[in-house]
């Protein structure tokens, strides 16, 4: 199925073990057949480019159920149509629900309004993350300074997505609770 | 989902790659598991059985039970045992068929049985037994014994949980009711047969409803 199977069995057993470089050229190896095997299932671009980068965020995860010696294509392959199957459903649910307002991002209509202000809180809200947990600290920096999915910060982290949630929910709690305490708006 | 390009992601998932153990064998991985399950229900027997199971059925109903209760313990050794196959991705999917032919063969043979003695016994054939003293039975060994099957099988974060979760269930429920077998001194008729197929369906469910906080899916 794959054409560098071989090849991937390899570099994936050697991304087992922590090996970056080989993870990395595992997952640059891959990325086409991935795409290949979306693109038979999903038309529209963004959802096909959405799906390789969820199947990808999986492979991380499910790194440790590829068992060396046995070939990568099944292994990806189940992953991707897996993967593809939950796009379309989203999407379909989507459809069903969501409306498209493009400027409901616009919060004033006078453009200047928009711009954050002017103030540095950097000093204050880095003594304030200093106050949390190092899991606050790690969810609150991948989630809102990274803005990283939360899947993407699930996969980088280690914690779950409720975790995730849990931990940016009380950090925010802790440092709105600092703020108030310190007199910062 | 994202707006980070894929080769942005591919860095970032790389450079906090972390050496992972990869899984043993699904089939390794279940064997430890019915291993463990046999020895906690081999302590329950040796400690709490009331009655020889084959003599249930009366004189000549043997066979019957025999291969009725080989039926139930080929269905739960078969279901554990898929469920460990299909939490890895790319395994074969014929795993969750390969339990439903014992299934069925189990509960055409409690039919068979019931039939038996509708027959031989008239409508005693057709009273209540203990039926919800089995259901209770069934539904609560398999809670003790789904609890930690659910618990391995999470290792693997099954993309697909649903199956999973299914087949850890009928499992279960098929290996409880095998192990009822050895408390039950009498003969199930047809509305204990329903009891026992009413605790599976809750059982599997229940397996059913639980997939996401129990095998945590990717």
Redesign the interface.
């Known amino acids: 199925m794959g054409g560098g199977d071989d090849r991937w069995e390899e570099l994936l057993s050697a991304?087992?073990?922590?090996?970056?470089?080989a993870?990395?050229d595992f997952?640059?190896n891959v990325?086409p057949f991935v795409r290949a095997l979306a693109r038979r299932r999903l038309r529209a671009e963004d959802a096909i480019?959405?799906v390789?980068?969820?199947v990808?965020?999986?492979v991380?995860?499910?790194?440790?159920?590829?068992?060396?010696g046995r070939p990568v294509a099944?292994?990806?392959?189940?992953?991707v149509a897996?993967?593809s199957i939950d796009s379309l459903r989203k999407r379909g649910r989507g459809a069903a629900r969501e409306i498209h307002d493009p400027i409901a991002y616009e919060t004033f209509a006078e453009p200047d309004a928009n711009k954050a202000e002017g103030y540095d809180y950097a000093k204050q809200l880095a003594k304030m993350m200093g106050e949390l947990s190092p899991r606050q600290k790690e969810a609150l920096e991948l989630v809102k300074l990274k803005e990283?999915?939360l899947?993407?910060a699930s996969?980088?982290s280690?914690q779950?997505v409720a975790s995730l949630k849990v931990n940016i929910h009380r950090a925010i709690k802790r440092m709105r609770l600092a703020a108030n305490r310190n007199g910062v708006e | 989902m994202t707006n980070r390009p894929t080769n942005q992601l591919i860095d970032l998932l790389s450079s906090n790659v972390k050496p992972v153990a990869p899984l043993p064998p699904p089939l390794a991985r279940a064997g430890v598991t019915l291993a463990a399950m046999a020895l906690l229900g081999g302590l329950a027997f040796v400690l709490l059985h009331e009655s020889n199971p084959l003599q249930s059925r009366g004189p000549g109903g043997e066979g019957l039970v025999g291969f009725e209760m080989l039926a139930m313990l080929a269905t739960g050794i078969l279901a554990v045992t898929g469920a460990f196959f299909l939490a890895i991705p790319g395994r074969s999917r014929y795993w969750l068929g390969a339990s439903l032919v014992p299934f069925a063969a189990w509960l055409l043979l409690s039919g068979a049985g019931c039939y038996r003695d509708l027959v031989r016994t008239g409508p005693a054939g057709w009273q209540l037994g203990h039926s919800m003293d089995c259901m209770i039975f069934i539904v609560g060994a398999s809670l003790l014994l789904g609890a930690p099957l659910l618990w391995r099988l999470s290792r693997a974060t099954p993309i697909d949980p649903l199956p999973v979760a299914a087949l850890g269930g009928l499992g279960t429920a098929a290996l409880a009711a095998f192990l009822l077998q050895f408390f039950h001194p009498f003969a199930v008729t047809f509305i204990d047969l329903a009891g026992h197929i009413a605790a599976i369906i809750i059982v599997v469910g229940l397996t059913a409803l639980l997939k996401r906080p129990m095998l945590r899916p990717a």
């Open positions: 991304a087992q073990a922590g090996d970056a470089a993870y990395r997952l640059t990325t480019e959405d390789v980068q969820d990808l965020l999986t991380h995860r499910v790194r440790h159920t590829y068992e060396p099944p292994w990806l392959a189940a992953i897996r993967r990283m999915s899947i993407e996969a980088v280690g779950t």
